[in-house]
């Protein structure tokens, strides 16, 4: 996993040393990988707290995941949801919580603070096959 945390921001970043510590894994892994990161490296749908992803990075890293048949999946936190996206063209997923969920407002597009939830979390399965099955 990768530490995207940036120290009294709300939202990640994937620093340069991350990006070279995630292309020499890469390298040397003969088997399917997971990526696991805390803030997203995709959009989640709400044009009004884009800095609850990782802003920057995501980028770079994109053109490497895409350079690499072995990343399976990336798997993130952060947003207490669970979410599912494609990025880089693989699957990416954010998890939900065991702390309260963000109250989304669909109709404003954004998040209007906390709400109770049902705590809630996420177990990956990944066969041999990198196949990737998921439980919430």
């Known amino acids: 996993g990768i530490d995207t945390l940036e120290p009294g921001q709300v939202g990640g970043s994937i620093r340069p040393e991350k990006l070279d510590w995630i292309r020499e894994a890469l390298l040397h892994s003969e088997k399917p990988v997971l990526i696991l990161m805390h803030h997203p490296p995709y959009p989640f749908g709400h044009a009004d707290n884009p800095d609850m ?3 920057d990075g995501s980028d770079a890293l994109a053109e490497m995941i895409r350079k690499n048949a072995r990343v399976a ?9 669970m979410t599912s996206s494609i990025f880089a063209d693989v699957t990416a997923l954010s998890a939900p919580s065991v702390a309260p969920a963000f109250k989304l407002d669909i109709g404003d597009s954004k998040l209007t603070g906390w709400c109770p939830s049902s705590p809630a979390f996420a177990l990956h399965f990944l066969d041999r096959n990198a196949a990737l099955t998921t439980h919430i």
């Open 73 to 81: 999946a990336i798997l993130c936190g952060h947003l207490h949801l």
């Open 53 to 55: 992803q990782c802003t």
